[in-house]
């Protein structure tokens, strides 16, 4: 039934309003119409005066004197009522209101029930993580992040949290900029009528966040429900929060290791129990681009020659998750624990190429150009370093190092005199030039083959620097038995050289000789 308004009446005044029973949520404006009606014999004033309620309401007759009402007519005015923001359900009272007419000191109360209507508005905000909602992750991680809950109602209010995948980023973006904008959030119900309000017809939870510019897409790159993340509330109810009430909500978020780069949204659920009232605040993961490289071929067992140069090939196996553009540059690292300083580098390197395209899960090879100086040594080494930077990111980078060592080779030569004459039956002498062509010092030794009716005499072996030649004597002789052109053969060997030689052989004249022998008679 409805309520009857309550009145202390007296006869000559009598009162009505247009609404005995007024609503409102809190921050709203109302206005009530109060009817007055002239039961006297004459043309009367009234004043006007509301009271009985409490503080978080604001209410104002828009005259305090209604003049001029005529016997047996009616006179309406105005009351403006108002209630604060901060209003509760406790707040709640009644209005009353009192015409007077002064001149017979007579008056009439009327009272009006006041409600102040029960709101259920919970409010999520992402805006506190990240770049304002826009959280970058890594392939692999695990997050927790803090989700600010708070009660935006007027009530004692149980919230429950919960997530869902987004693909559709667009509204985000729309709202989204890097330190600043805002996420408004999706609202539905609590909208409960009254007599003469408008009901709890709120704007929602219109949470400020979700911004950061991730990869420079503008969301271009919309995801589908992602397959092995978690993404979760720790705790998913928060409990009898008062009003106006923040909480802190950890909100769980893991990465599968092999997630593509890109932008994947989600949106969080705040939901009133008691209000059948939702809000939603959308956080974007942008998962970065893992780079990283294998060098699967380290050219330790490469052997170079001083002053020689080679091509090293490096293999760079991808195992980014994202192409990647890389610069190269290969340095000689010195060797600084000598005492003095720095020591002169062995070799020098060169890239052909200094730039290369690398897809994710690619391959390709680095040619590096070596070369060695003239006056390395067997056993010198040679350190490098190769090193790539990452084109879109310079703080990423990539390196190996690798060792060449300086080896040795052995090679010997001989220069046999020629228009040499022998005697026969004596002992002669003649120069070889031996020379050390190999690539280290050398102990040479230099052999005549014997053979029938030659027999040589060799030198002692000799010690040559490498590039050094040296004339050695060596000493023959000849049996009587021979003459004309011979062939003397001869065979060099080195330290160095080991079971292999070097052999040579040189045409030799054996000069002729005249012998007379004389035997006389015997003596008898």
């Given at each position: 039934?409805?309520?009857?308004?309550l009145t202390?009446?007296?006869?000559?005044?009598?009162?009505?309003?247009?609404a005995?029973?007024?609503?409102?949520?809190?921050g709203?404006?109302?206005?009530?119409?109060?009817?007055?009606?002239?039961?006297?014999?004459?043309?009367?004033?009234?004043?006007?005066?509301?009271?009985?309620?409490?503080?978080a309401w604001?209410?104002?007759?828009?005259?305090?004197n209604?003049?001029?009402?005529?016997?047996t007519y009616?006179?309406?005015?105005?009351?403006?009522i108002?209630?604060?923001?901060?209003?509760?359900p406790?707040?709640?009272?009644?209005?009353?209101?009192?015409?007077?007419?002064?001149?017979a000191?007579?008056?009439?109360?009327?009272?009006?029930?006041?409600?102040?209507?029960?709101i259920?508005?919970?409010?999520?905000?992402?805006?506190?993580?990240g770049?304002?909602?826009?959280?970058?992750?890594?392939?692999?991680?695990?997050?927790?992040?803090?989700?600010?809950?708070?009660?935006d109602?007027?009530?004692?209010?149980?919230?429950?949290?919960?997530?869902?995948?987004?693909?559709?980023?667009?509204?985000?973006?729309?709202?989204?900029?890097?330190?600043?904008?805002?996420?408004?959030?999706?609202?539905?119900?609590?909208s409960?009528?009254?007599?003469?309000?408008g009901?709890?017809?709120?704007?929602g939870?219109?949470?400020?966040?979700?911004?950061?510019?991730?990869?420079?897409?503008?969301?271009?790159?919309l995801?589908?429900g992602?397959?092995?993340?978690?993404?979760?509330?720790?705790?998913?109810?928060?409990?009898?929060?008062?009003?106006?009430?923040?909480?802190?909500?950890?909100?769980?978020?893991?990465?599968?290791?092999n997630?593509?780069?890109?932008?994947?949204?989600?949106?969080l659920?705040?939901?009133?129990?008691?209000?059948?009232?939702?809000?939603?605040?959308?956080?974007?993961?942008?998962?970065?681009?893992?780079h990283?490289?294998?060098?699967?071929?380290?050219?330790?067992?490469?052997?170079l020659m001083?002053?020689?140069?080679?091509?090293?090939?490096?293999?760079i196996?991808?195992?980014?998750?994202?192409?990647g553009?890389?610069?190269w540059?290969?340095?000689?690292?010195?060797?600084?624990?000598?005492?003095?300083?720095?020591?002169?580098?062995?070799?020098?390197?060169?890239?052909?190429?200094?730039?290369?395209?690398?897809?994710a899960?690619?391959?390709?090879?680095?040619?590096?150009?070596?070369?060695?100086y003239?006056?390395?040594?067997a056993?010198?080494?040679?350190l490098?370093?190769?090193?790539?930077?990452?084109d879109?990111?310079?703080?990423?980078?990539?390196?190996?190092?690798?060792?060449?060592?300086?080896?040795?080779?052995?090679?010997?030569?001989?220069?046999?005199?020629?228009?040499?004459?022998?005697?026969?039956?004596?002992?002669?002498?003649?120069?070889?030039?031996?020379?050390?062509?190999?690539?280290?010092?050398?102990?040479?030794?230099?052999?005549?083959?014997d053979?029938?009716?030659?027999?040589?005499?060799?030198p002692?072996p000799?010690t040559?620097?490498?590039?050094?030649?040296?004339?050695?004597?060596?000493e023959?002789?000849?049996?009587?038995?021979?003459?004309g052109?011979?062939?003397?053969?001869f065979?060099?060997?080195?330290t160095?050289?080991?079971?292999?030689?070097?052999?040579?052989?040189?045409i030799?004249?054996?000069?002729?000789?005249a012998?007379?022998?004389?035997?006389?008679?015997?003596?008898?």
């Open positions: 039934a409805p309520l009857v308004p202390s009446a007296h006869s000559s005044i009598g009162l009505s309003t247009d005995n029973h007024i609503i409102l949520s809190p709203e404006v109302t206005n009530l119409t109060l009817t007055i009606h002239n039961n006297g014999s004459s043309i009367e004033t009234y004043s006007v005066a509301v009271s009985g309620f409490n503080s604001e209410i104002i007759p828009s005259e305090s209604v003049s001029n009402v005529i016997p009616s006179a309406a005015t105005t009351i403006v108002r209630l604060s923001t901060s209003a509760l406790s707040d709640s009272g009644a209005l009353t209101i009192t015409v007077t007419e002064p001149d000191n007579v008056s009439t109360d009327i009272t009006v029930i006041l409600s102040v209507q029960a259920y508005l919970p409010a999520i905000d992402t805006s506190t993580n770049d304002n909602g826009l959280v970058q992750m890594a392939p692999g991680d695990e997050l927790n992040l803090s989700i600010t809950i708070t009660n109602g007027n009530v004692n209010d149980t919230i429950l949290l919960s997530v869902n995948q987004t693909p559709d980023l667009v509204g985000f973006w729309t709202n989204w900029t890097s330190g600043g904008g805002s996420n408004n959030t999706n609202n539905s119900g609590n409960t009528g009254g007599n003469n309000t009901g709890n017809n709120t704007g939870n219109n949470t400020g966040g979700n911004n950061t510019g991730g990869n420079g897409t503008n969301g271009s790159l995801m589908s992602p397959q092995g993340w978690q993404v979760r509330f720790i705790d998913d109810v928060m409990d009898t929060m008062v009003p106006g009430e923040d909480r802190q909500a950890i909100l769980q978020i893991s990465i599968p290791s997630e593509n780069p890109g932008f994947f949204g989600f949106e659920f705040a939901a009133s129990a008691l209000g059948n009232f939702s809000v939603s605040s959308t956080m974007v993961v942008n998962v970065t681009a893992v990283d490289l294998r060098f699967s071929y380290v050219p330790s067992g490469v052997i001083p002053g020689e140069n080679s091509t090293v090939n490096v293999n196996t991808s195992l980014s998750t994202a192409d553009n890389w610069t540059e290969i340095s000689v690292i010195t060797d600084q624990s000598q005492t003095g300083g720095l020591v002169q580098a062995n070799c020098q390197a060169v890239l052909p190429n200094y730039s290369t395209f690398i897809t899960d690619g391959t390709v090879s680095i040619g590096v150009n070596i070369s060695t003239a006056n390395t040594h056993g010198d080494s040679c490098f370093a190769l090193t790539g930077t990452l879109s990111d310079t703080s990423i980078t990539e390196s190996v190092e690798f060792t060449l060592v300086v080896g040795q080779q052995w090679n010997l030569s001989m220069v046999l005199p020629t228009s040499i004459k022998l005697d026969v039956g004596e002992s002669e002498s003649f120069n070889v030039a031996i020379s050390n062509d190999g690539s280290e010092e050398d102990t040479i030794s230099l052999i005549g083959i053979k029938e009716g030659i027999t040589f005499t060799n002692s000799v040559l620097a490498r590039g050094v030649s040296q004339y050695v004597v060596m023959v002789q000849i049996d009587s038995s021979l003459v052109n011979i062939t003397l053969d065979t060099m060997s080195s160095n050289s080991g079971t292999e030689s070097v052999n040579a052989s040189g030799f004249e054996v000069k002729a000789y012998e007379l022998m004389m035997e006389g008679p015997a003596d008898n």
